[in-house]
């Protein structure tokens, strides 16, 4: 896909440059603006795992603005997300407050699944009448074991299953993020984890998750935050600056 970027402070050549090596290298970064190929509808359900501190939350928060910035409707489940800390979360999301939904609490939580598979049984019908589904849905879980799991029990999980398997054929998407031994534990070994997501995003993680979501021609390697890997090559998860989130926040985005 031919790839767009917001570089105005770099000069055209090295623009180019830099353009040029990402075609060379297999490199798609993820921002404000996105290949093609990493569009909602592209990527599909997506995984995101790694160890704790090694940058998962700047990844969902990146695919997130992302998908904000491409008209999609964006709803975060989780029980620890915030729209800023200094300490924990260096893109501030509070300019984009009305841009997207989450859900806090376990009710809050429990309402937003009810209300996704919902949509999507309704957009079932239109998929079974050849009708277009309407807009993408991006939903972002996060601690999913730890704290929606504990709360919410199975019956979540019922529904996170739902969501994965006809989600695809109704332009609802879910982005799972989590350490990495539970993904696949949660969804039973490799084979699993591949046919539910089909990109999947993972940083320093053990042999076991490395095998499940990047595959066994690639050597296991350390990875730096925001560099990561996927069987499609390599990811350059480019978190937002502020002017970008800025611009996001100002410009004329369909309101779902």
């Known amino acids: 896909a031919e790839m767009v970027y917001a570089r105005e402070d770099a000069p055209p050549h090295l623009q180019a440059a830099a353009e040029r090596h990402d075609r060379a290298n297999g490199i798609r970064r993820i921002g404000r603006y996105v290949s093609a190929d990493m569009l909602p509808s592209a990527r599909k359900h997506t995984a995101v795992a790694g160890a704790t501190g090694d940058g998962k939350t700047t990844t969902m928060n990146s695919l997130l603005v992302a998908d904000i910035a491409t008209g999609a409707q964006c709803v975060v489940c989780s029980t620890h997300f915030t729209y800023f800390h200094p300490e924990d979360q260096t893109i501030d999301l509070r300019p984009l407050r009305d841009r997207f939904q989450v859900a806090f609490t376990g009710p809050a939580i429990r309402a937003m699944l009810d209300a996704a598979c919902k949509l999507k049984d ?35 999980s019922e529904r996170l299953q739902e969501l994965l398997d006809e989600g695809r054929k109704t332009n609802v998407w879910v982005s799972f993020v989590e350490v990495h031994g539970a993904q696949v534990k949660r969804f039973g070994g490799d084979s699993a984890v591949r046919a539910a997501f089909r990109t999947r995003l993972t940083g320093n993680v053990d042999a076991t998750s490395w095998r499940a979501f990047v595959g066994s021609d690639t050597p296991r390697q350390a990875v730096p935050q925001g560099q990561w890997m996927t069987d499609r090559g390599a990811v350059l998860v480019t978190p937002p600056t502020a002017e970008q989130i800025a611009m996001i926040a100002a410009a004329d985005l369909p309101r779902h």
């Open 122 to 156: 309704a957009r079932m019908d239109l998929y079974r009448a050849g009708k277009p589904v309407g807009h993408d849905v991006c939903l972002y879980f996060g601690e999913w074991d730890t704290s929606i799991q504990r709360l919410l029990g199975e019956w979540a």
